[in-house]
T-cell receptor
Framework: NAGVTQTPKFQVLKTGQSMTLQCAQD?????MYWYRQDPGMGLRLIYY???????DKGEVPNGYNVSRLNKREFSLRLESAAPSQTSVYFC????????????FGNGTRLTVT | EDQVTQSPEALRLQEGESSSLNCSYT??????LFWYRQDPGKGPEFLFT???AGEEKEKERLKATLTKKESFLHITAPKPEDSATYLC???????????FGQGTTLQVKP
């Protein structure tokens, strides 16, 4: 049982380049999330999708876009990467957005030079 | 403003030395409080959900408790394999968004 799968695991970008982080879950969950984790800042919500066809901004959405492609997949796009976006990105899913635990992938480590 | 604060930031214990981690929260209505464990290079792993004051959950050497203002994660007779960062998160009743604390990094020495 794969759970939440994120690709790629590591990525190095130059300032101004774009890329898409991919996330897929096989638990038939309705809600999906993108977080970033930085030292001293904890996990911060970028965007989330309560159900297929809906997306909403989290705490730090600037510089990012998302697409809920279908129930399984939720992608995060950086249109023009900046050094401030160097971080570890986690995708998560839950059965619903009402007090259901989140299940996390193992992250994408992104460095922007 | 909804807020979660965990203490201490770091904790070193000897194997077998019991202790507690604290998660204080301020939220406009609590839908749920979650505890996670995170190992280096991995995503957070779900441990417990607590819904109301007075509730307790146990798993092996871990026991989570909840009051109206804080939650404790009690670790009884810890082993080196309990070394990890423990994260607390709250979900306010008016939103689906979780708010995470910054975590407590636990090191258990043999």
């Amino acid at each position: 049982n794969a759970g939440v799968t994120q690709t790629p695991k590591f990525q190095v970008l130059k300032t101004g380049q774009s890329m898409t982080l991919q996330c897929a879950q096989d638990m038939n969950h309705n809600s999906m999330y993108w977080y970033r984790q930085d030292p001293g800042m904890g996990l911060r919500l970028i965007y989330y999708s309560a159900s297929e066809g809906t997306t909403d901004k989290g705490e730090v959405p600037n510089g990012y876009n998302v697409s809920r492609l279908n129930k399984r997949e939720f992608s995060l796009r950086l249109e023009s990467a900046a050094p401030s976006q160097t971080s570890v990105y986690f995708c998560a899913s839950s059965d619903s957005d009402r007090a259901s635990p989140l299940h996390f992938g193992n992250g994408t480590r992104l460095t922007v030079t | 403003e909804d807020q979660v604060t965990q203490s201490p930031e770091a904790l070193r214990l000897q194997e077998g030395e019991s202790s507690s981690l604290n998660c204080s929260y301020t939220v406009s209505g609590l839908r749920g409080l979650f505890w996670y464990r995170q190992d280096p290079g991995k995503g957070p792993e779900f441990l417990f959900t607590l819904y109301s004051a007075g509730e307790e959950k146990e798993k092996e050497r871990l026991k989570a408790t909840l009051t109206k203002k804080e939650s404790f994660l009690h670790i009884t007779a810890p082993k080196p394999e309990d070394s990890a960062t423990y994260l607390c998160a709250v979900q306010p009743s008016n939103t689906g968004k979780l708010i995470f604390g910054q975590g407590t990094t636990l090191q258990v020495k043999p």
